[in-house]
């Protein structure tokens, strides 16, 4: 199931697995994806002039921005890249250059399409493997001559041939030796250093001229298991035909590649002027073609970026989208402001997506025969106490449940491990009595929870 084929309903009602709330962004993702599958659908001059619908999610920290995107990572089988936007530099500067990005998705895109195509041929290669233990178990050396041999015994052969293949693989020989043929891995023999500017290309000079090395073969001594899974590889390299690996992971790039830029408010700068604000604009000027569509050379050619759907989040606390250089404010059109937890939600995210953290901590209690138990109580104390908290230090969103729940449980999962099975009844009291004083007390609530 691809993402690409999901209707945007679907796609949220994933998205519903794991986020509570935040409706209007996971709706924003939601057509921006379907987007890209109905442009699929057009006429060529018209996929052309159809542009990504980029999105900018804006809310505060902890709201759910990053977890929206791995998610949609998860769920979504297009290359998909998530980066700091923080993290880069302008051209020269020490730090990556934007380009890199695009870079780096087409190295995952491979990665997918290697992985897809290796899934499409594995059944033929497991087979070739077996046949090619057939040959080193049972040589059939009175191989049949030219003309000489009668034909019962070539079908004689042939039928003996069938039932140690039938054996073979019911898996009666899997531990006995063979030794097999298997081309070895050619260990560099020493760092090779191109040119500058080959490496920001992404080009290996290793890499490069590595194919042209021949490659050694070596005799090995292994069991029929493993030797059938070296063959199987062997066969899979053949059966994979690079050329078309390549073609694919570039047009799935340019079609249906994703790319999340976190942290984009940190490249914004307040105020024009001297210092580092000058390069934070410069790394938005950087960002700008890729995001508006211009040609990354990789290792792998050319890869167009018109296409590639962005998806830009930040808190936005100090600058403000506005203050974003114009033209990329201009291409990012759709903003989805994303909103506060409320203590409402905080009880839905702790007991309701399918990595809930009282989902979590009780399996890990499970692993030590512990059972956890919280009442609908002590939910919502946990739940009450977050939004508190969060009020009078600093509001980190559905993060405080994290360190409230570690605070909470510290005694629990510090005492019980190796001990007899028992049930543990989490409930508001003990959540209040456990909690409390930390609460009351801002300094001790600022460094615990
Ligand atoms: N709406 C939500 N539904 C479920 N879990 C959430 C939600 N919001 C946040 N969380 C939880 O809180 C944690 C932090 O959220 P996330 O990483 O998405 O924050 P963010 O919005 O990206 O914040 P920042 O601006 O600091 O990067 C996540 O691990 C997730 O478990
Ligand atoms: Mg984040």
Do not use: C
């Not at 033929?124 to 050396?141: S, Y």
């Not at 590889?233 to 570039?250: F, G, Q």
């Amino acid at each position: 199931m691809s993402v690409e084929n999901l209707t945007p309903k679907e796609i949220v009602a994933e998205l519903d697995r794991y986020i509570v709330g935040q409706e209007n962004a996971k709706k924003s993702v939601a057509i921006a994806l379907r987007n890209r599958w109905r442009r699929q659908k057009l006429s060529d001059e018209m996929r052309e002039e159809v542009v990504p619908n980029n999105i900018i999610l804006i809310g505060a920290t902890g709201v759910g921005k990053t977890e929206i995107a791995r998610r949609l990572a998860n769920l979504s089988h297009a290359p998909f890249i998530k980066v700091e936007a923080s993290k880069f530099t302008e051209v020269g500067y020490v730090g990556r250059d934007v380009e890199s990005i695009i870079r780096d998705l087409m190295d995952i895109s491979i990665s997918i399409i290697q992985l897809e195509m290796e899934e499409k041929v594995s059944g033929e290669a497991q087979t070739l493997a077996n046949e090619r233990l057939l040959n080193i178990l049972f040589p059939t050396n009175g191989a049949p001559k030219e003309g000489g041999d009668k034909p019962e015994i070539i079908e004689r052969q042939k039928r003996t041939r069938d039932k140690l293949r039938e054996k073979l693989s019911s898996g009666k020989f899997e531990e006995k030796v063979v030794d097999i043929d298997v081309t070895e891995e050619t260990m560099p023999m020493m760092q090779v250093f191109g040119p500058i500017g080959m490496e920001e290309m992404g080009m290996n000079l290793q890499e490069m001229f590595g194919s042209s090395i021949p490659k050694k073969r070596k005799q090995r001594r292994t069991t029929i298991s493993e030797a059938r899974r070296i063959l199987a590889i062997e066969e899979m390299t053949k059966l994979i035909d690079h050329e078309e690996v390549v073609r694919e992971a570039r047009s799935r790039v340019e079609n249906s590649g994703i790319v999340f830029l976190d942290e984009i408010d940190k490249v914004v700068g307040g105020s024009a002027g001297a210092g580092p604000d000058v390069s934070r604009e410069g790394v938005q000027r950087d960002i700008l073609p890729i995001v508006e569509g211009s040609n990354v050379i990789t290792k792998y050619g050319v890869v167009r970026t018109d296409h590639v759907l962005f998806i830009a989040a930040g808190a936005f606390h100090v600058a403000k989208p506005a203050d974003m250089i114009p033209e990329l404010q201009g291409r990012f059109p759709i903003r989805v402001e994303m909103d506060n937890l409320s203590a409402e939600e905080f009880i839905k995210i702790l007991t309701h997506p399918e990595n809930a953290l009282i989902k979590q901590y009780s399996a890990l209690l499970e692993t030590e025969g512990v059972k956890l138990k919280f009442t609908k109580g002590a939910i919502s104390a946990i739940a009450a106490i977050a939004t508190e908290v969060n009020d009078a230090t600093e509001n980190i969103g559905a993060r405080r449940l994290h360190t409230i729940m570690t605070t909470l449980l510290e005694d629990i999962l510090f005492e019980k491990s190796g001990g007899k099975s028992e049930t543990i009844s989490i409930t508001r009291e003990m959540v209040n009595n456990q909690l409390e004083a930390i609460v009351e007390d801002q300094d001790l609530s600022r460094y615990i929870l």
